[in-house]
């Protein structure tokens, strides 16, 4: 198969790709819907299109963070971004994990476990982003 050079029809392509992913997540939704209402929220989460539909939002997300990284504007300082992005993370961790911890029939151990899991949950993306900018920061003073 030959590469397509001609800038219109690589767009197109892009658009038509676009749209089969619109139309298979709609269709994904779908059956995923129809086993909730059958099934309830356990049905749903057994069918193996779950683990799909899980796995290509978090891939649309990270692909996204790249495209929003380069798009920002090069004034944003990539460790001021992390400082505060860092700061926020723990501050919603704590305040997650103090509420869960006085959630009756949960422990403080409870509460630990599930700042911790948000913390490292949150942290993944935070240092990913902080990565791209820093990578573009490097790219734009080379120039």
């Known amino acids: 198969m030959k590469k397509i050079t001609d800038e219109r029809l690589v767009l197109q392509n892009l658009k038509n790709i676009r ?4 139309i298979q997540t ?3 939704l779908g059956i995923l819907g129809y086993d909730f209402v059958t099934k309830g929220l356990d049905g749903m989460r057994e069918n193996p299109l779950w683990l799909v539909f899980m796995i290509t939002t978090v891939i649309s997300a990270y692909l996204s963070m790249s495209i929003s990284a380069d798009h920002e504007s090069n004034k ?3 460790q001021k971004s992390l400082s505060i992005s860092l700061v926020v993370l723990i501050l ?6 103090f509420f869960v911890s006085l959630t ?6 409870n509460g630990v476990i599930m700042g911790g899991i948000l913390l490292i949950c949150g942290l993944i993306p935070t240092v990913y982003i902080y990565n791209l900018r820093k990578k573009r920061q490097d790219e734009n003073t080379e120039e």
């Open 19 to 22: 749209i089969a992913y619109i």
């Open 26 to 28: 709609i269709g994904i």
């Open 76 to 78: 944003t300082n990539p």
């Open 92 to 97: 919603i961790s704590t305040v997650v994990g």
């Open 104 to 109: 009756d029939g949960f422990t403080i151990i």
